[in-house]
């Protein structure tokens, strides 16, 4: 028998360094978008886990979706936000793989290695673009229903080639709040995509008009940005999972 639906809902936002050069500032509108996102998944019977601020690390990340528990889920969503990245160093990372180009800077203690030993980051702090794409083959290779929700610069370059996921008969829809090479942006109080988001979760309750409606909000909200979201036409009847 299958569990309830499980949420992970991430938001580093509050604990972002000036660092060198000033990479990465902090987000203080991030926990705010969790905490209606969080509202909007407990009317839903979502069981949710929230990690904000200095619990927003790799490693617990990692752990959510490594529970033995969530194997037996009928469905899993995942919601980022916060700031993403990408790189554009050539060669090897010190395992000897090659350096990934988009990642989602996570929390750690030392986030100068942004602007240092940039092999290390992304080994032990960032969770880049492989590691979140072999996530999404791993869930939807188990049949389990997958949502993810990514609202960060360069959000849709975070899951590799993510179109041959919507193909078939993949139970999978992603939101991604920018294209692999666009940025998102914000206000003081919250991010124009969850904005664009939610307000549009309460005018349709199919996948097709909450894309529509988000995108056309997001167009009202901020012309400039351009989001992508991706589903397979099998999961249109699916209802309003916010």
């Known amino acids: 028998m299958r569990m309830e639906k499980q949420a992970l809902l991430v938001a580093p936002g509050n604990v972002y360094k000036t660092l060198q050069r000033g990479w990465y500032t902090p987000l203080s509108f991030s926990g705010f978008n969790v905490e209606r996102m969080n509202r909007k998944l407990v009317d839903k019977n979502w069981s949710i886990q929230c990690l904000q601020d200095e619990k927003a690390t790799k490693e617990n990340v990692l752990q ?12 899993i969503l995942f919601y980022y936000c916060g700031h993403g990245d990408f790189s554009s160093v050539d060669g090897q990372g010190e395992s000897g793989s090659n350096i990934p180009d988009e990642f989602l800077v996570l929390y750690h203690q030392r986030l100068e290695f942004r602007a240092g030993n940039i092999g290390a980051a992304f080994r032990d702090f960032f969770l880049t673009d492989d590691e979140l794409t072999g996530i999404v083959q791993d ?16 959000a849709a370059g975070m899951i590799d080639r993510a179109e041959q996921f ?22 003081s109080d ?20 909450l894309r529509q409606k988000t995108q056309e909000n997001l167009r009202r909200l901020l012309p400039r940005q351009e989001s992508i979201i991706l589903f397979n036409r099998t999961q249109n009847h699916k209802l309003n999972f916010i």
């Open 64 to 75: 959510f979706f490594d529970k033995p528990a969530l194997s037996r889920s009928r469905e």
């Open 139 to 154: 869930i939807l290779n188990r049949e389990v229903a997958l949502t993810v929700i990514l609202d960060c610069c360069h």
């Open 166 to 187: 919507i193909v078939g008969d993949a139970p999978m829809a992603l939101f991604a709040s920018s294209t692999e090479e666009e940025r998102s942006f914000a206000n």
């Open 190 to 209: 919250t991010s124009f995509f969850t904005e664009a988001l939610l307000m549009a979760s309460g005018e349709s309750t199919q996948l097709a008009g």
